[in-house]
């Protein structure tokens, strides 16, 4: 029998197989293979635990390889497969010839720790074919959630010896599973949002079709309020999308322990202090950064122009492909990153421009340098840019409005994209050029108010196509097959700023 392990590299990750070899010589253990410091420190763990959980740890001289030598290993969740290949090498476990999988962290007194990643390592185990699996139990319910495989949890090197033997022999094994908790929504909804219905409108179409949103005005305008609340109204996520974020926020090692597939799309919101590696992805451990952990949800981004600007200049290609490559000292990897990016604003330095009672000191080159930050080529993917100012004193006494039917209206436009697309489904924003003709056909009247329109908005032909698909989706939302003439002129009003100048030359 031989034991696999798995390597977290980038979202596929590696099959790592472990070989012991025990032979006469001074007593000690050597771990090959390029392991990390936390690797080469399982010497002394699995040592420990192998006597803590009542077995002999041989007094020999131990070799284990960890194969393919030419990948680094990292972290502590080899020590529960290493312990299990030694004591098997020693004649203290059964072997049938069959390879198993098995992933975690050993305490000194034997018990099993949970680990990152289970979800990925269990899909490379059962795509290699491996029937069973050895996992901690604090981390069952995340690899059962591929429906696949023999999988049991473990809670001590004891018990993963005790199910070997009932794998071998053919005994039942107990592994039932606790209830999974059903956890309410988390955020705050719409509802306590008043006087300002126009804002809740864009903000309903751009989650109902994933566009690409920038919100800029004084401070106090509701921009950081309104973003904050658009998880409250974004549809659950489908098994498939579920798979793949559970699977990149266990790579990262943020799903909470004893859970299962995540229901929720994600919302992040990254401090304007964060670095490329920690946005984009990367660093020493290879590990998802903040676009891949918005992966199906939403990347918020508040004061924009205060990011640095590599980092903001770096999400354009994401935002086109859907993923993220990234190069590492000649190791290139991969993770999914398609999100919907918000982006909120000042309009000025100073916060002043645009607000009544205050005055605004910046210059225009001040003003220039505050924008440029964004750029052109990144602003040009933000399909709509709303503006926004403070709400008056009255708009406290406002009636909010049904977040319910919001929420229903943005279900209903979903489930029209996910009809039209069929297998394939994809947001409305991600229509493909070829088939933007077939999904988003205008009468020749409107074709023509269409190009007058954009040529007096100046708008790219990147902009134009923003603005069908942007009409695509109010269409969808008031469940109409045909783009209307209301329809197109509304998705205008959401794309009429920031292809000037800088923002505020288009009003």
């Known amino acids: 029998m031989g034991w696999s392990s798995f390597a977290a590299v980038g979202y596929d990750g590696r099959l790592v197989t472990i070989e012991v070899d025990i032979r006469r010589g001074i007593p000690g253990m050597e771990i090959v293979g390029l392991p990390g410091s936390a690797v080469r420190e399982a010497r002394e763990r699995v040592r420990i635990a192998v006597r803590n959980s009542g077995f002999l740890f041989p007094r020999d001289r131990i070799l284990v390889n960890l194969s393919p030598a030419d990948l680094p290993k990292s972290g502590s969740a080899y020590d529960l497969p290493i312990a299990l290949a030694v004591l098997e090498a020693a004649g203290q476990v059964p072997s049938d010839g069959r390879e198993r999988f098995a992933l975690g962290e050993l305490l000194l007194s034997g018990e099993v720790r949970p680990v990152p990643g289970i979800i990925s390592a269990a899909a490379a185990g059962i795509a290699a074919r491996i029937g069973d699996f050895l996992v901690p139990r604090q981390n069952l319910r995340e690899a059962r959630a591929l429906e696949a495989g023999r999988i049991c949890g473990v809670s001590s090197l004891g018990e993963a010896v005790r199910i070997v033997d009932s794998f071998i022999s053919g005994a039942p094994i107990p592994d039932a599973l606790p209830p999974e908790e059903n956890r309410p929504p988390s955020g705050e909804g719409f509802d306590d949002i008043r006087g300002l219905g126009f804002l809740k409108r864009a903000l309903e179409v751009a989650v109902a079709g994933r566009h690409h949103v920038l919100l800029f005005g004084p401070p106090g305008g509701g921009k950081t309020m309104a973003a904050s609340r658009i998880p409250s109204v974004q549809p659950p996520l489908t098994r498939e999308e579920a798979l793949e974020v559970t699977r990149i926020h266990s790579l990262a090692g943020i799903l909470p322990p004893d859970s299962g597939l995540l229901r929720e ?123 926004l100012a403070p709400p008056g004193a009255d708009a406290v006494m406002a009636e909010a409005g049904s977040a319910g039917k919001m929420r229903e209206r943005i279900a209903g436009a979903a489930e029209i994209q996910r009809r039209r697309g069929g297998s394939r489904w994809v947001w409305n924003s991600r229509i493909p050029p070829g088939r933007l003709k077939q999904l988003c056909p205008l009468p020749p009247e409107l074709e023509e108010a269409l190009t007058g329109v954009a040529e007096k908005l100046r708008l790219s032909s990147r902009g134009v196509v923003s603005v069908l698909k942007i009409a695509r989706t109010i269409a969808d939302l008031e469940g109409s097959a045909p783009i209307a003439k209301e329809h197109l002129f509304e998705a205008f009003q959401y794309r009429r700023y920031g292809d000037g100048d800088y923002l505020w030359a288009s009003d």
């Open 265 to 387: 799309r994600p919302f992040r919101i990254p401090h304007h202090s964060a670095s490329l590696e920690g946005v984009i992805g990367g660093g020493r451990n290879l590990s998802p950064g903040e676009i891949s952990l918005a992966h199906c949800g939403t990347l918020f981004l508040d004061e924009a122009p205060e990011f640095r600007r590599n980092i903001l200049q770096s999400l354009r290609e994401p935002m086109e492909e859907g993923r993220v490559s990234v190069v590492r000292a000649g190791r290139r990897f991969w993770f999914p990153s398609d999100f919907q990016l918000v982006l909120a604003a000042n309009p000025c330095p100073c916060g002043n421009l645009g607000r009544d009672e205050k005055i605004c000191l910046c210059g225009r080159d001040e003003l220039f340098r505050y924008w440029r930050r964004l750029g052109g080529a990144l602003l040009d993917r933000v399909d709509i840019r709303f503006p």
